[in-house]
């Protein structure tokens, strides 16, 4: 199994990027994003089941990131719009196995048992 992420890079705020993540391996119930500023925790960001229509975002992307999968190629996307200095950090993919449904399972980093290289986001204001 690997994912292997890419399609960051440095930005303006206000401009968009769109991450990718190859899968490979095996088919999953769940994929997700993650980030980490410097100096801080890992966060959600967004989440989507593997046969999608369940996508799940974190308060602060609602309605500028989406998270989809094209099932043609196996690769997994975060579209990000208006992108915003706060957003900058690395971006993780991630898979899991299982096919949660609570958030208070699925938003955590640790219900997910495969990852992907960071891709570094730098959002300049």
């Known amino acids: 199994v690997q994912l292997q992420a890419s399609g960051g890079g440095l930005v303006q705020a206000g401009d968009s990027l769109r991450l990718s993540c190859v899968a490979s391996?095996?088919?999953?119930?769940?994929y997700g994003w993650f980030r980490q500023a410097p100096g801080q925790e890992r966060e959600f960001v967004a989440t989507n089941t593997w046969r999608g229509g369940s996508a799940y975002y974190t308060d602060s992307v609602k309605g500028r990131f989406t998270i989809f999968r094209d099932n043609r190629n196996n690769t997994l996307y975060l579209q990000m719009n208006s992108l915003k200095p706060e957003d900058t950090a690395v971006y993780h993919c991630?898979?899991?196995?299982?096919?949660?449904?609570?958030?208070?399972?699925?938003?955590?980093?640790?219900?997910?048992?495969?990852w992907g290289q960071g891709t570094q986001v730098t959002v300049s204001s």
């Open positions: 991630a898979a899991t196995t299982r096919a949660y449904t609570r958030s208070s399972y699925f938003t955590l980093s640790s219900s997910y048992e495969y």
């Open positions: 391996g095996r088919t999953f119930g769940r």
